[in-house]
T-cell receptor, first 116, second 111 residues
Framework: DGGITQSPKYLFRKEGQNVTLSCEQNLNHDAMYWYRQDPGQGLRLIYYSQIVNDFQKGDIAEGYSVSREKKESFPLTVTSAQKNPTAFYLC???????????????FGPGTRLTVL | GENVEQHPSTLSVQEGDSAVIKCTYSDSASNYFPWYKQELGKRPQLIIDIRSNVGEKKDQRIAVTLNKTAKHFSLHITETQPEDSAVYFC??????????FGQGTELSVKP
């Protein structure tokens, strides 16, 4: 999982501003994912992409947007419509589906977003 | 719906004892079940996984068992050590290649 990077590590944003979190991987993985983690809670899926130029909503997509223009990159934008954006955001990648079977996901180091 | 229940939420054991964490899932089509360990402020790290064609898998002190009929799977850690202290997450695969995670178990191993 050293091949997945996220930047920045810490991010502060004023209420009402959009902000974009970066996620890059050099593992040649087809699939990429974004999760949100709140204190003492599990990982909740925001968006995922199995292939370039295609992505699907996860369980908590409202107030977020993504793009997948390149295989290596899957940026997440937290919009002003997201009512409680302060959280730890984790990006992951995997080889994707092979014969209908999911593969191991490897995580980046995360970005901690705080809304002031 | 797509759901993974994980129990217990906290677990405290003495060093050298065993620890068991249990998860249940809702979709009989789920076929991949990883377990992750997350230390404070760090990324989740895969520690072991199992696929639906296998009932049990071991890796040194760690083992995972799967009961497809009952739709539950468990993590077993033997001879626990203080460095095993962390939050552990189970997950189950759902259609489209996504994983749904349990709420996590905070394991504390007391020396």
């Amino acid at each position: 999982d050293g091949g997945i990077t996220q930047s920045p590590k810490y991010l502060f944003r004023k209420e009402g501003q959009n902000v974009t979190l970066s996620c890059e991987q050099n593992l040649n993985h087809d699939a990429m994912y974004w999760y949100r983690q709140d204190p003492g809670q599990g990982l909740r899926l925001i968006y995922y992409s199995q292939i370039v130029n295609d992505f699907q909503k996860g369980d908590i997509a409202e107030g977020y947007s993504v793009s997948r223009e390149k295989k290596e990159s899957f940026p997440l934008t937290v919009t002003s419509a997201q009512k409680n954006p302060t959280a730890f955001y984790l990006c992951a990648s995997s080889r994707g589906l092979a014969g209908g079977v999911a593969d191991t996901q490897y995580f980046g180091p995360g970005t901690r977003l705080t809304v002031l | 719906g797509e759901n993974v229940e994980q129990h217990p939420s906290t677990l405290s054991v003495q060093e050298g004892d065993s620890a068991v964490i249990k998860c249940t899932y809702s979709d009989s089509a789920s076929n991949y079940f990883p377990w992750y360990k997350q230390e404070l402020g760090k990324r989740p790290q895969l520690i072991i996984d199992i696929r639906s064609n296998v009932g049990e898998k071991k890796d040194q002190r760690i083992a995972v068992t799967l009961n497809k009929t009952a739709k539950h799977f468990s993590l077993h850690i033997t001879e626990t050590q203080p460095e095993d202290s962390a939050v552990y997450f189970c997950a189950a695969s759902y259609p489209g290649g996504k994983l749904i995670f349990g709420q996590g178990t905070e394991l504390s191993v007391k020396p």
